[in-house]
Every structure is written in structure tokens, then in C-alpha cells.
């Protein structure tokens, strides 16, 4: 069967169509804390910019759903599945004890993560701006403890797993 230059022409054309959206496409996760199991979660479910993250049971909702979006070399940017927000240090200057929350992802370091290998095949997420550690308030990691910044210690509130 011998194709027609138009057919060749409208194949190869619609492949660019199609790529990009194939490449935006993401399996979405939840991060689960490895001291207490818990899920890494929006307050609530209305996903405004500036809600608050926290560890909550995981109910598979999909505030608890999380996609990589990589912007260069090992950083990348988790965001919210539900609410299209990214994960942020309020504020700018990403300092130890600085609250993480839901926040339009504006391309600020800030909103940058990569991972750092941990104990179990888990690991920790390090802010790119800061080298702190995504940590859970009160190294317990109980129900609705709240996400945070801080120095990565290596506590197990500070590692996690993706199911």
C-alpha cells in the first residue's frame, strides 16, 4: 500500500499533536510518611491557593494525589492531581519551620524539589531554594501534623514512599 504525500503529510503532523499531551500525561501518586504511614494531604478539599498541607489517613481522595513535573536536571515540581496547585514554602525566603502549602505554580525555586535517597526505598524531598527537608511538625507524624520545612536530620517524619 503506497501512501499519498497528504496522508504522509497529515500522519506526520498529527504526531505533534499528539506527543506533547502524551508527554503531559503523568501517573499520579500518593506520598505516604514513612514514620507514620499517613498521606501527604490538602486541608480540606477546595484546593485554594494557600490551603495547607498536612498528613491525614490515606483515603485515596484525590487531594492525596501527586504528580512530578520536572523543569530541569533532577528538580521538579509535585502537583496537587485535585487541584492543579503546586507544592509551596509560604512565603519566598524558605527558611527552617517555614509552612508548606498549595500555591500556583509559578516557577519560583521555591516549588522545586528533588529527592534525596533514604532508608527502605524511600526518600526525602529537599526544597531546591533552601536544602531543607519536607518535614512533618512533631516527629510523632500524627493525624493533621502539619508539613513544613527543616533541616534534614534523617528522622523518618522527613522520608517517603510512593504508592
Same mark, same amino acid.
Given at each position: ?10 500522519? +506526520? &503532523?498529527?504526531? +505533534?499533536? %499528539? %506527543?506533547? +499531551? ?9 506520598? @505516604? ?6 498521606? $501527604?494531604?490538602?486541608?480540606? !478539599? ?6 495547607? %498541607? ?5 483515603? /485515596?481522595?484525590?487531594?492525596?494525589? #501527586? ?24 512565603? *519566598?525566603?524558605?527558611?527552617? /519551620?517555614? =509552612?508548606?502549602? $498549595?500555591?500556583?505554580?509559578?516557577? *519560583?525555586?521555591?516549588?522545586? #524539589? ?5 532508608? =527502605?526505598?524511600?526518600?526525602? &524531598? %529537599? =526544597? ?5 527537608? &519536607?518535614?512533618?511538625?512533631? #516527629? ?5 501534623? =502539619? ?6 536530620? @534523617? @528522622?523518618?517524619?522527613? !522520608?517517603?514512599?510512593?504508592?
Amino acid at each position: 500500500m503506497r501512501l499519498s504525500f497528504a496522508s504522509v503529510a497529515l500522519i +506526520f &503532523l498529527c504526531s +505533534f499533536c %499528539v %506527543v506533547p +499531551f502524551a508527554h503531559a500525561q503523568q501517573d499520579a501518586f500518593t506520598l @505516604r510518611n514513612m514514620q507514620s504511614g499517613l498521606c $501527604l494531604d490538602v486541608k480540606g !478539599y477546595n484546593g485554594q491557593p494557600r490551603d495547607n %498541607v498536612m498528613l491525614y489517613a490515606c483515603d /485515596g481522595h484525590p487531594d492525596q494525589l #501527586w504528580s512530578e513535573q520536572y523543569t530541569h536536571g533532577r528538580y521538579f515540581r509535585l502537583i496537587n492531581a485535585q487541584h492543579r496547585l503546586c507544592l509551596d514554602v509560604k512565603g *519566598y525566603e524558605a527558611r527552617p /519551620g517555614d =509552612n508548606v502549602m $498549595l500555591y500556583q505554580c509559578d516557577g *519560583y525555586p521555591d516549588q522545586e #524539589w528533588y529527592y534525596a535517597e533514604g532508608p =527502605n526505598g524511600s526518600s526525602a &524531598l %529537599v =526544597n531546591r531554594k533552601s536544602g531543607l527537608c &519536607l518535614d512533618i511538625e512533631g #516527629w510523632d507524624g500524627r493525624s493533621r501534623a =502539619n508539613a513544613r520545612l527543616a533541616p534534614c536530620d @534523617r @528522622r523518618l517524619d522527613q !522520608y517517603w514512599s510512593m504508592y
